[in-house]
Structure formats: structure tokens, C-alpha cells
């Protein structure tokens, strides 16, 4: 059984940064892709960003594009979301998933994690 466990939200102020971590266990990333999704109150799940395991090529929703950066570690077998110049629209609840191929639809993700909330004051 896979378990994705997020990690790394919290509060911030309106232009700071925060590192939210996706850590699989029951196998590792090694042939899939990954992706992080948000879900603000009322709103449907979005794409923000992800990453193919082998290759490592990223992809990003236009919105983050330049402030937020996905990177994995291939030892801890761990997805990162470097996210800077947070914005209050980025408020949300994060959730990190995995799946055969990088997609923007979360329907096509088979595992998900249980999501970390990240709060941006302004």
C-alpha cells in the first residue's frame, strides 16, 4: 500500500516563503510522476505543479510559474514545493499525489496524501 504524507504548511505573511514536502512510503517514485494540487474553501482541486521521477522535468500552472519550484531527492525518496512570494490567493489545503503520468487532472492520480494547509496573511 503507498502512503503519501505531506508536510511543511503553516502561516505566512503575504510575500514569504514555505517548503512543503511529499514522502512516499510503501514504494518509491521511481517511475511515476508526481503531483502537488491545491484546494481552497469552495473551490475545486487544482493543479500547481509537478514532476516526472525520471526525468525530473517540472511543470507549473501559470500562477506559480517563477515563485514556486518542485525538486525531488531520489535518497529520501521525497517530492519538495519550494513556494516564494506567497500570495493570499495561494491560501489553501496542499495535497501532494502520484500517478503513471504527469497530468493536470487529479482524477488520474491513484494516491493521494492528506493534504497540509497552507495560510497567507496579508
Known amino acids: 500500500q503507498v502512503q503519501l504524507v505531506e508536510s511543511g504548511g503553516g502561516l505566512v505573511q503575504a510575500g514569504g516563503s514555505l517548503r512543503l514536502s511529499c514522502a512516499a512510503s510503501g514504494r518509491t517514485f521511481s517511475g511515476y510522476a508526481v503531483g502537488w494540487f491545491r484546494q481552497a474553501p469552495g473551490k475545486e482541486r487544482e493543479f500547481v505543479a509537478g514532476?516526472?521521477?525520471?526525468?525530473?522535468?517540472?511543470y507549473y500552472t501559470d500562477s506559480v510559474k517563477g515563485r514556486f519550484t518542485i525538486s525531488r531527492d531520489n535518497a529520501k525518496n521525497t517530492v519538495y514545493l519550494q513556494m516564494n512570494s506567497l500570495k493570499p490567493e495561494d491560501a489553501a489545503v496542499y495535497f501532494c499525489?502520484?500517478?503513471?503520468?504527469?497530468?493536470?487532472?487529479?482524477?488520474?492520480?491513484?494516491?493521494w496524501g492528506q493534504g497540509t494547509q497552507v495560510t497567507v496573511s496579508s
Open positions: 514532476i516526472r521521477w525520471s526525468s525530473g522535468n517540472p
Open positions: 499525489a502520484s500517478g503513471p503520468r504527469l497530468t493536470t487532472y487529479p482524477n488520474e492520480y491513484a494516491y
